[in-house]
T-cell receptor, first 112, second 110 residues
Framework: GAGVSQTPSNKVTEKGKYVELRCDPISGHTALYWYRQSLGQGPEFLIYFQGTGAADDSGLPNDRFFAVRPEGSVSTLKIQRTERGDSAVYLC??????????FGPGTRLTVL | GIQVEQSPPDLILQEGANSTLRCNFS?????LQWFHQNPWGQLINLFYIPSGTKQNGRLSATTVATERYSLLYISSSQTTDSGVYFC????????????FGSGTRLLVRP
């Protein structure tokens, strides 16, 4: 079916606000990942889910960032008290048991 | 941590030309992927290639894991090949976590 989808495609917010970014993985993929890409850089790992649980959240930059995947499918990345330095493209990817990662189109977050 | 270096950082080609992109990594890895990020930002999975050679149309990739490098070949380049090419490796101790290089920015001119 369809690939990984992410909403919104663009989000502009003010410093200090709360934002939620959504990811719909490829159907049947048990693994889900969030990455962040700054301008001119490669993506950087944030968090990995296997099923409903966060197997590794070591890439989250601080406790303002949190992600959930309550039913083992859709995931939401939540950012509290946004800062200008949070501006980036947030990428979601999913993976089958083996065979590499498949990325969504990303959400471009701009914090003014 | 593991370092992933890509070369060249920038490349300009005339349509129809061939090119080779290189990825060096500093430690043993479980796997390696090549991605193309198009001008709209979409990352497209090109190859999942821990070792050996794979081909897909005008693209092919070779990974020599024992020497810690991978090569991406683009033949008869087209303007639609423009974008950024990323190499990403999976560390041995956390195979789900990709470490990306900084990319090769390719522009193919008509």
């Amino acid at each position: 079916g369809a690939g990984v989808s992410q909403t919104p495609s663009n989000k502009v917010t003010e410093k200090g606000k709360y934002v939620e970014l959504r990811c719909d993985p490829i159907s049947g993929h048990t693994a889900l990942y969030w990455y962040r890409q700054s301008l001119g850089q490669g993506p950087e790992f944030l968090i990995y889910f296997q099923g409903t649980g966060a197997a590794d959240d070591s890439g989250l930059p601080n406790d303002r960032f949190f992600a959930v995947r309550p039913e083992g499918s859709v995931s939401t990345l939540k950012i509290q008290r946004t800062e200008r330095g949070d501006s980036a493209v947030y990428l979601c990817a999913s993976s089958p048991t083996a065979g590499g990662l498949f990325f969504g189109p990303g959400t471009r977050l701009t914090v003014l | 941590g593991i370092q992933v270096e890509q070369s060249p950082p920038d490349l300009i080609l005339q349509e129809g030309a061939n090119s080779t992109l290189r990825c060096n990594f500093s430690d043993s890895v479980n796997n390696l992927q090549w991605f193309h990020q198009n001008p709209w930002g979409q990352l497209i999975n090109l190859f999942y290639i821990p070792s050996g050679t794979k081909q897909n149309g005008r693209l092919s990739a070779t990974t020599v894991a024992t020497e810690r490098y991978s090569l991406l070949y683009i033949s008869s380049s087209q303007t639609t090949d423009s974008g950024v090419y990323f190499c990403a490796v999976e560390r041995m101790d956390s195979s789900y976590k990709l470490i990306f290089g900084s990319g090769t920015r390719l522009l193919v001119r008509p």
